[in-house]
């Protein structure tokens, strides 16, 4: 996806008959870069509020290890939505039938094919898109922006591939990690409402 395409589909969205938890949702994965079941299945005591640190743990991860999100103000924002939304379930989303369930994986690509599908109609100029695409357009527009390769991987998780790269890189990057993900969420608020954002590629020196 394009600057623009986000726009265009954050629009969309915007217009599509579903529950906010959906938005919110399809919002999160965007923000995060995180798989859709790493969200989908996420529980609320993985999500540690006060430091704005999200993590996921291993049973849960392609790679069988633990992983760190690090939330931007905005994901926090919508964790405390859907924190409220939840009602007292144990998932951040969970099934609307029944509340000890986490929402079926099928209910988010059924709403990216409606909204690809009311653009078609409306002749908005928005290719198809699924869910997964939401984790490559930050990866790839992430990379356009100039961040560095080795911080982008970290928060795909990528980091338990099988290239030499990833293999004899063990730093976590946790700070410019941070920073990252917050300019990538300033610079996707900016492109929903068909603006533009100047990111900042590294945080700013500590005590500076």
């Known amino acids: 996806m394009s600057p623009l395409e ?4 954050s629009k969309q969205l915007g217009s599509v008959a579903t ?18 079941s790493e969200l989908i299945e996420a529980t609320w005591d993985e999500i540690d509020f006060e430091n704005a640190i999200w993590t996921i743990p291993k049973q849960r991860m392609k790679g069988r290890k633990p992983h760190v999100v690090y ?14 939304c939840a009602a007292g379930s144990k998932f951040v989303l969970p099934s609307r039938y029944d509340a000890n369930r986490c929402m079926s994986r099928t209910t988010l690509n059924r709403i990216t094919q409606i909204v690809a599908e009311r653009a078609k109609t409306a002749g908005v100029p928005l290719e198809p898109f699924t869910v997964h695409d939401l984790r490559r357009t930050g990866s790839t527009l992430l990379n356009e922006a100039g ?12 980091e338990e591939g099988s290239s030499s790269r990833s293999i004899y890189n063990k730093a976590e990057y946790a700070e410019q990690r941070r920073h990252m993900l917050q300019e990538w969420a300033n610079m996707v608020d900016a492109w929903a409402e068909e603006g533009a954002y100047t990111s900042t590629l590294f945080p700013a020196p ?3």
């Open 147 to 158: 961040f560095n390769r080795d911080w982008i991987e970290k928060c795909l998780a990528h």
């Open 6 to 9: 986000i726009y265009l589909m």
């Open 206 to 208: 500590k005590g500076g």
């Open 71 to 84: 939330l931007s103000r905005q994901a926090v924002d919508i964790f405390i939505a859907l924190h409220t």
């Open 19 to 36: 529950y906010p938890t959906i938005r919110l949702a399809l919002r999160m994965i965007l923000l995060t870069l995180v798989r859709k």
